[in-house]
């Protein structure tokens, strides 16, 4: 049974809202050019379903060495606004900027519009890295408590959950609003709006964390990089979670990218896409309390299993969609709504774990260097799945336009559109189910008294 430190301090009600409201950044860029990006290249810039796929994921490359150096330099950074914080400000005054330029380029088709798109996804990326790696790094320095972490991430989910609906609401009303598939200028003006919003969430985030606790303070790692990623690989609790969520970011950002052909080719309305993502929003706000409960009564592995299930479940009955219609779609949703919502919230809930008792077991902060390895793997993750998918199209024989050449598209690649949406991204989670049965959650102990003596149980 575990149970909460002693004597850990409750997070603030203010500093909960103000870190939970970052989630509006983070989750928004991680979601708009998952859902629009793909789509956006193939069907307005010609550029060919597998090179776009590639595009969008060849930046990501990048963020296996900037995340992690981010991480450490935060990690090292002495300052009066505390460790994290001035990262946190650096990337607020960056990345709406490179987000607009991404949908803001010249009059360019093919191969250069292609590189155009990939250089400015690449500078977005890095801006993107110095906010989100510390700002992901601190929920495990801000309470000692096992369960107020996952307290403390519901409000964050509270705020993913709102980002979402700007993704796949606002977001694709924006594009269509000057026509039925959309123009090149309303997704322009789509980037300014979604860059607006990015950045007051991420002003917000850092005056709302101005007051956070940082409990225990231990000592930054003073030594070389490569050192500390050979600690953090030979910690066999981090390195089975990172597979298990990297699996499961890997269904969910297919899922993104297949959306907006799932709404044009497979429910036979574009503008679905909108009310798709509506129906999928709402359960992950009302089910958060509910997978709170369900961490405690089942530990958080328990609810891990559970929640990937039922987002697997609802996942593979939308194959049956053009048998039975659009209704029943988006009532597929409502599962995949509730199960992303339980993976997400105990995905981070369990990295700030792992964290925590490596800070507590060592005496050093090197939470930074945890934080930025795994976002720098899930951005990655989340890249391929626009990848995997462009790929699936392209052996569907998916033929690539733009609005001044429209194709009908043949009947295998409006298959391919369906499995990619359904049946390939359902396998996918459940390979996750598995590896969460492997793993082990290190055991929570009163820090503040026997971190100095009793070592927390791995795997």
Not at 10 to 29: D, E, H, I, K, M
Request: charged fraction near 10%; proline fraction near 7%; charge should be positive.
């Amino acid at each position: 049974m575990i149970t909460p430190a002693a004597h850990a301090p409750t997070v603030p009600r203010g500093v909960r809202l103000g870190y939970g409201v970052g989630s509006f950044c983070t989750a928004t860029f991680a979601a708009v050019p998952g859902l629009l990006l793909l789509y956006y290249m193939t069907n307005f810039l010609a550029v060919p379903a597998w090179l776009a796929g590639a595009i969008v994921a060849a930046p990501k490359v990048w963020d296996l060495v900037i995340n992690p150096l981010v991480g450490r330099w935060s990690d090292r950074t002495r300052s009066r606004l505390g460790p994290r914080r001035p990262w946190m400000l650096a990337g607020a005054l960056t990345l709406p900027l490179a987000f607009v330029a991404v949908f803001a380029g010249p009059p360019l088709r093919g191969l250069p519009a292609a590189l155009y798109v990939g250089a400015c996804f690449l500078l977005a990326a890095t801006a993107y890295a110095l906010f989100e790696v510390p700002y992901k790094a601190m929920p495990a320095e801000m309470t000692e408590d096992y369960h107020e972490r996952t307290s403390l991430l519901q409000w964050r989910m509270v705020f993913i959950g709102a980002a979402t609906a700007i993704s796949g609401i606002l977001a694709p009303s924006i594009v269509n609003s000057q026509g039925e598939n959309g123009t090149l200028g309303s997704y322009r003006l789509m980037a300014v709006t979604i860059a607006v919003i990015m950045f007051a969430a991420m002003l917000g985030s850092f005056f709302g964390t101005a007051r956070a606790p940082m409990t225990g303070a231990p000592e930054p790692d003073g030594g070389r990089l490569w050192e500390q990623f050979k600690a953090v690989r030979r910690n066999r609790a981090f390195i089975w979670l990172l597979a298990l969520s990297s699996t499961q970011m890997l269904a969910v950002s297919m899922m993104l990218a297949a959306a907006p052909y799932f709404a044009a080719y497979t429910v036979g309305n574009p503008k679905a896409t909108t009310t798709l993502f509506a129906v999928l929003v709402g359960p992950m706000l009302l089910t958060m309390p509910i997978w709170v409960w369900l961490s405690k009564r089942f530990d958080k592995r328990g609810a891990m299993v559970l929640a990937a299930m039922i987002y697997a479940g609802g996942t593979a009955l939308a194959v049956a969609t053009p048998v039975l219609g659009p209704i029943y779609a988006h009532l597929t949703l409502l599962l995949v709504g509730a199960g992303i919502a339980g993976v997400q919230l105990l995905q981070f809930s369990m990295l700030a774990d792992v964290v925590a008792v490596d800070a507590a077991v060592t005496g050093k902060r090197r939470a930074g260097v945890f934080t930025g390895l795994w976002t720098a793997i899930e951005s990655g993750i989340a890249s391929f799945g626009a990848l995997f998918f462009g790929t699936v199209l392209s052996i569907g024989g998916f033929i690539e336009s733009d609005p001044s050449r429209p194709v009908t598209q043949p009947d295998t690649a409006v298959t391919a559109v369906l499995l990619g949406q359904t049946v390939v991204p359902s396998v996918i989670i459940l390979l996750s189910v598995f590896m969460t049965l492997k793993y082990r959650l290190p055991r929570d102990v009163p820090w503040t008294d026997q971190a100095s003596t009793t070592r927390p149980a791995m795997p």
